[in-house]
């Protein structure tokens, strides 16, 4: 590996506000881990030349590669490229094909060019540039002999939208012929799996020096192992990855959790369970249809935010009274009563109505209490506390109905974020059991 | 002020490695924005005693109010506090009342008490200490004479939903003291004009030495502007905020946009459009029901993120096919074949359709073409072309309806962020809609 020690520098008054989030520099950390290059700094500095200098030269004398986001644009108090290029001993001059670039993108918006925009082609003439299709400022890299060493310093533009497709089409390639290596990276999701347990299973998988490398991500109930590979060819990195995927997916859980990880992979190469289900769903020519209550159109909202949704749902219900769990998706008013709204039989009546209703393949039924009060209700003309987290999800092809009771536990979140942890956690749980419902079809 | 440079540390391997987001520190930067204390630097730095040690020397060189967050949990790799406190010169001692809380919480979750647990109530003698009412570590703050002043570190744990409302609830009010001074911060919500235009039409408010300060955010078509007061008493601050908030709905937005600023203000000290629609609809007694197509069930969604939703909102439908508008919700099938799914008049009949069917005093209806390709539709035996963006809302409460015809670009992003981007504007826009029907009611 070339480079030893990397950082990144993140340059933006707004940044310093905490108008925004710095996105870029988690993005840019995670793609420096999957390169295996170290990286032991990130720092935010203003728009602000001194400040920005010393930051530099502090930088230059502990790592040799500097990521450097933020503060590329056409106006005056956009001055991270000059005062990079001035601590690297750099002159800027017109990049002839970047300019006609940015002409060409003005023109198509019917701007006027103006001297500014000129600003944003300057750069070192022996720079590395990196076209951007999806804004004006090109990013670049420069390398120069300090005296700490070679360094190189690599600019992208901070709006994440064009940093991160920007990265991914040109930095990274960048990045892999300067390592004389190619990397390639394999993304497995899970679900009801914590990340204690999934690193004690892989744990041979992640000791270090391993091809692919395995780290595994956290977050709401949700765990993501990312492979990443290196090798000489892409086909000899996809091998490589794929083959350790399979065998993953028949390592044993025991004695944390029952079965093997495969019982708990929703995707390998896919963005999400919703994905992974509508996926599965066009594939076999299967719709859904569900009846919510306090998720109240969480599981089609995320249905829904997939291209393609229109194929596998036609309709959806929110039923969160009583009245319109009756009227809407046909549950019966003696389930109520018997068993309280807040049951395994109502969840399931809302599954099957719901399905019938609309004609799907498969239904889903969510009813429980997403609130942090816990609910009272009249179960059999007594009054019943329902503890706040208690969902029950129910999921059903007309032939096979699975209902599963979850107990979700918000820990000590504020109200509104204990709520959408819960309404989250259970439609994450809806989707994947429709999803092992359907690949079962 | 006291304080007249700060900057905040972040501390944690995780974020060097991107797996988590940086929130901490938009969070506290806003607030010392919030507060007029001058933050020129973040930092991120990994759990290893030497390079914290150096970061932390850097920045006493160059700010008097160092924020330090994240590494005061109980495992040995957690070593913010002990190397802070050799930085500043000060030995830690067990603070009986931490460690109390500490093993009351351990009880409680029946967890062994172990000697780890101990060294999250070791604290430096002289330590302001923030009772953590969120977790087990403690915050507090330390002053000390050093060769370049008196400075103050003050030591939060990592995770937002413990430093969040620890800051709010201790932090927030000590600084309050030790400036001698009282802070308070109102928002302020809009929908439908854009930062620049506010800026320009709230000018003099934002002047330097204004109190209170003005400032606005922004972010998905929705403006914020913070107001933040200062003075002795609450009651001065809160006066001073309410009356320039009363002033601020009358400035007239010509000739940027029509209409005063009021016309776009959906909420003051209040977190979100849907929270405004909810917390009007219970006031007024009123009820809602929508027909979501495109947004497939965003809208419920997010009014069903609200506590006490459900005196609101019954039912609430996801109509994505033709059919299940004709079947579910009672658009005419010559309606669909004369103006297509993607007209005024069908999201017309949506909303009065899901209004009637529910029994709901307001109606929603949403139709329109999320994605990045443009659709092909039949409108009277003829092929017309719908772009991508296009989105028709409807809000009706049986004897006045209003349709509106949004053109959404969701510019250069990717396929799924662009279909997140519209579904969201979509459905901010039909709660926008829908708060401005209930109001007048």
Not at 237 to 244: D, E, G, P, Q, T
Not at 273 to 288: C, D, S, Y
């Amino acid at each position: 590996m070339k480079y030893t020690a990397s950082e990144i520098i993140s340059v933006g008054t707004e940044l310093l506000l905490g108008d925004i989030i710095n996105t870029d520099a988690a993005f840019l950390a995670r793609e420096l881990a999957a390169l295996g290059i170290p990286c032991y700094y990130q720092s935010v500095v203003g728009d602000n030349p001194a400040r920005l200098q010393a930051t530099l030269k502090t930088a230059l004398s502990r790592s040799d590669l500097i990521f450097l986001t933020g503060g590329l644009g056409p106006t005056a108090d956009d001055l991270t490229k000059e005062t990079a290029a001035a601590v690297m001993g750099k002159t800027l001059v017109l990049h002839e094909p970047s300019y006609a670039r940015i002409r060409a993108v003005l023109q198509k918006r019917n701007l006027p060019e103006t001297e500014n925009q000129k600003k944003q082609a300057m750069l070192p003439a022996d720079a590395v540039v990196f076209d951007n299709d999806y804004g004006t400022a090109p990013g670049f890299a420069m390398t120069a002999q300090t005296e700490d060493g070679e360094k190189t310093m690599i600019l992208l533009p901070g709006p994440p939208r064009e940093l991160e497709p920007l990265y991914t089409e040109r930095v990274r390639p960048y990045l892999s012929t300067a390592t004389e290596e190619l990397f390639y990276s394999l993304n497995i999701g899970m679900y009801g799996i914590g990340e204690a347990a999934v690193d004690r299973v892989l744990s041979d998988y992640m000791e270090n020096g391993r091809n692919p490398t395995v780290a595994p991500y956290c977050g709401e109930g949700e765990v993501r192992l990312r492979l990443t590979s290196r090798g000489k060819t892409e086909e000899e990195c996809r091998a490589l990855c794929r083959r350790v995927a399979e065998e993953i997916r028949f390592i044993s859980c025991e004695p944390y959790r029952p079965g093997v990880l495969n019982d708990y992979i929703w995707g390998i190469d896919c963005e999400s369970v919703q994905e992974a289900l509508v996926k599965t769903l066009r594939g076999q020519h299967l719709t859904i249809s569900c009846a919510e209550s306090c998720t109240g159109g969480y599981v089609a909202k995320r249905i829904t935010d997939i291209p393609g949704a229109s194929e596998v749902l036609s309709g959806s219900f929110v039923t969160y009274s009583e009245e319109t769990k009756k009227k809407m998706v046909g549950v019966k008013a003696e389930t109520l009563q018997t068993h309280s709204v807040y049951s395994a039989e109502v969840a399931k009546e809302m599954a099957l109505g719901c399905r019938m209703t609309v004609g799907a393949d498969i239904g889903i039924g969510i009813t429980g209490v997403a609130g942090v009060d816990d609910a009272v209700v009249t179960k059999n003309g007594e009054s019943v506390t329902i503890p706040a987290g208690t969902v029950y999800i129910a999921c059903t092809d007309g032939k096979t109905t699975a209902v599963e009771r979850l107990e979700l536990s918000p820990g000590r979140r504020a109200p509104l974020e204990a709520r959408e942890y819960v309404r989250r956690r259970a439609s994450t749980h809806a989707l994947f059991m429709a999803l092992r419902m359907a690949e079962k079809r």
